[in-house]
């Protein structure tokens, strides 16, 4: 059986060479149809203004 703080870092490992493997956010260059974005306005409208969404960065969770 695996150990709690080996697969912990399996986990950062693995983490982090997912994040190595993205292009730089400089290389990503993307335009979104006005559909998408008409969509996406959409749905976050429907989201309440008291509803808190955390974004969490990889790196950050394991240091």
């Given at each position: 059986m695996l150990s709690e703080e080996l697969l912990k870092q399996a986990a950062e490992e693995l983490a982090l060479a997912m994040n190595d493997s993205l292009p730089k956010p400089e290389q990503c260059q993307h335009q979104f149809s006005e559909e998408f974005e008409r969509k996406i306005q959409l749905l976050l409208?429907?989201?309440?203004?008291n509803t808190q969404i955390a974004v969490v960065v990889p790196e950050s969770i394991y240091k």
């Open positions: 409208s429907s989201v309440p203004t």
